[in-house]
Antibody, heavy 119, light 108 residues
Framework: QVHLVQSGAEVKKPGSSVRVSCKAS????????ISWVRQAPGQGLEWMGG????????NYAQKFQGRVTITADKSTITAYMELSSLRSEDTAVYYC????????????WGQGTLVTVSS | SSELTQDPAVSVALGQTVRITCQGD??????GNWYQQKPGQAPVLVIY???NRPSGIPDRFSGSSSGNTASLTITGAQAEDEADYYC???????????FGGGTKLTVL
């Protein structure tokens, strides 16, 4: 059984950065990516980007290009998402999920990490 | 704006059948996938690919597609099916993942 375990909640000041981790276990990731999806309070799901840990190949949503950095440690199958220049609108729950690259479905999700941006 | 369009809200009487739709150009090339999300919980994949259910998803959930529209059908809706439902697929370029805006399903 695949498990994705994320790091804990964060409170950040505007203008700062946040780094969220996602450790995967219990399954194969050789043909999968790890995607990051966020959900602002009362809003829908928003894909931010993803990485194929085996190859380090990264894709970012245009909206977040230049502000988000996704990396992975393939030896531990841990992915990281760093978002910089935080503003109040970045307050959201951030999820990681395993993504089947060909069809774009996300079959296993982490528990979510609440990031609160407040002065 | 999302490249996939969903109705914001749909309701269904208990035990009846409901269809939730998702429209977008990328659905002509890629299958739509469906997620159920209940308050305070992470999304759960309920339909993927042509019409596949992950282990543990009841067979009252099914998927279909035609042209630029993907549909999720719940046959015999139960009270526990009340949730937000999101569709997703790859975008038209194939490089990115996109989500619909979500549909809030109310079971009456």
């Amino acid at each position: 059984q695949v498990h994705l375990v994320q790091s804990g909640a964060e409170v950040k000041k505007p203008g700062s950065s946040v780094r969220v981790s996602c450790k995967a276990s219990g399954g194969t990731f050789s043909s999968y990516a790890i995607s990051w999806v966020r959900q602002a309070p009362g809003q829908g799901l928003e894909w931010m980007g993803g990485i194929i840990p085996l190859f380090g190949t990264v894709n970012y949503a245009q909206k977040f290009q230049g502000r988000v950095t996704i990396t992975a440690d393939k030896s531990t199958i841990t992915a990281y998402m760093e978002l910089s220049s935080l503003r109040s609108e970045d307050t959201a729950v951030y999820y990681c999920a395993r993504e089947q690259v060909a069809d774009g479905y996300l079959d296993y999700w982490g528990q979510g990490t609440l990031v609160t941006v407040s002065s | 704006s999302s490249e996939l369009t969903q109705d914001p809200a749909v309701s269904v009487a208990l035990g009846q059948t409901v269809r939730i739709t998702c429209q977008g150009d990328s659905l002509r090339s890629y299958f739509g996938n469906w997620y159920q999300q209940k308050p305070g919980q992470a999304p759960v994949l309920v339909i993927y690919g042509k019409n596949n259910r992950p282990s543990g998803i009841p067979d009252r959930f099914s998927g279909s597609s035609s042209g630029n529209t993907a549909s999720l059908t719940i046959t015999g809706a139960q009270a526990e099916d009340e949730a937000d439902y999101y569709c997703n697929s790859r975008d038209s370029s194939g490089n990115h993942v996109v989500f619909g805006g979500g549909t809030k399903l109310t079971v009456l």
